[in-house]
Nanobody, 126 residues
């Protein structure tokens, strides 16, 4: 079992930045990959970004590529999502999720992630 706790959400103006954190506990010795997803009201949960255990591979949705950066600190069992140049359409609840094993072919599929955090709200105002 892996427990995940997100933090760092909040209210920010368009063009601003936020950094989300996803702290893992429990079975952290497993080589799990971590993804970030987001869900806006009335919409499906969408893939945002993912990173492999080693951190040597990262993946991004087209809508955030070039603005968001995912990284991880293995020693701290924490994954970060740096969000820059935020837009109003980035407003959503952001979830981190963990999975092992990792398959690049299904990196964007929420159903392939077995462990989820409770989510953190990000609101971008115009």
């Amino acid at each position: 079992q892996v427990q995940l706790v997100e933090s760092g959400g909040g209210l920010v103006q368009a063009g601003g930045s936020l950094r989300l954190s996803c702290a893992a506990s429990g079975r952290t010795s497993s080589r799990y990959a971590v993804g970030w997803f987001r869900q806006a009201p009335g919409k499906e949960r969408d893939f945002v970004a993912a990173i492999t255990w080693s951190g040597d591979s990262t993946y991004y949705a087209d809508s955030v590529r070039g603005r968001f950066t995912i990284s991880r600190d293995i020693a701290k069992n924490t994954v970060y999502l740096q969000m820059n140049s935020l837009k109003t359409e980035d407003t959503a609840v952001y979830y981190c999720a963990a999975r092992f094993p990792f398959r690049v072919s299904t990196v964007t599929e929420a159903a392939m992630y077995g462990y989820w955090g409770q989510g953190t709200q990000v609101t971008v105002s115009s």
